[in-house]
């Protein structure tokens, strides 16, 4: 009885550095019940803007316009970086996709973690509201056709649940 009311605190401690530590290295699958981009809400585009220019542009281009050949494997195996404006995919995933890629990695997304990609995971690197400002940025981008059938596409993801 006595060792084991010693041993509890020291059981709860271990419980609560294992949760601390893999939600900073994002080992739960996680993402915030229902993700939806907010492309007109200005506040939050521009923060997106910055937050692209520092950790995006670099591979997917100033302009979303990717990187050349984006669609062949380079000497590495690896793909280049796709574009995001209407002549790449990123608009034909759903919001919550979009952002459990960007946040998890493209190899959790698709359940294979060994999956070699030049893409980041951004989890401990980008809060949440981060994430969601970067894609809502990039879907203001879109022409509003394409915002449109994003929107379809989401609703169709939701009603799919
Ligand atoms: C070091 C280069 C690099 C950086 C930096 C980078 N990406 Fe990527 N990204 C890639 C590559 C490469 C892919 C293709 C994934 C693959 O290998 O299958 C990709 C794919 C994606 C996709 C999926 C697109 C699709 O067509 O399905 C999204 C969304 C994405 N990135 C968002 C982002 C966001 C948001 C940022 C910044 C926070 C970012 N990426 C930063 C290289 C990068």
Redesign the pocket.
């Known amino acids: 009885m006595m060792r084991s009311r010693r041993l509890l605190p020291i059981v709860v401690a271990c419980g609560v550095v294992f949760v601390a530590v893999g939600l900073t290295l994002g080992w739960f699958e996680s993402a915030p019940k229902r993700v939806q981009l907010r492309p007109d809400d200005a506040a939050l585009t521009a923060r997106g803007e910055q ?2 220019r520092e ?2 542009a ?3 281009g100033a302009r979303l316009e990717g ?1 050349p050949d984006w669609r062949a494997r380079g000497p590495d195996g ?5 574009p ?1 404006d209407a002549t ?3 608009w ?2 759903p919001d919550e996709v ?1 952002f459990r ?2 946040k998890n990695g ?1 190899g959790v997304l698709i359940g294979q973690p060994g ?6 995971a ?1 989890a401990g690197i ?1 809060t949440d509201d981060e ?1 969601l400002a ?2 809502s940025w ?1 879907k203001s981008k879109w022409s509003p056709e394409l915002r449109r059938r994003h929107d379809e596409m989401n609703a169709r993801a939701a009603t799919a649940r």
């Open positions: 937050v692209y950790h995006c670099s591979c997917h990187q690896l793909l280049p970086a796709p995001h790449g995919h990123t034909h995933h979009l890629l960007t493209v999956y070699k990609t030049a893409m980041p951004y980008l994430i970067v894609l990039i």
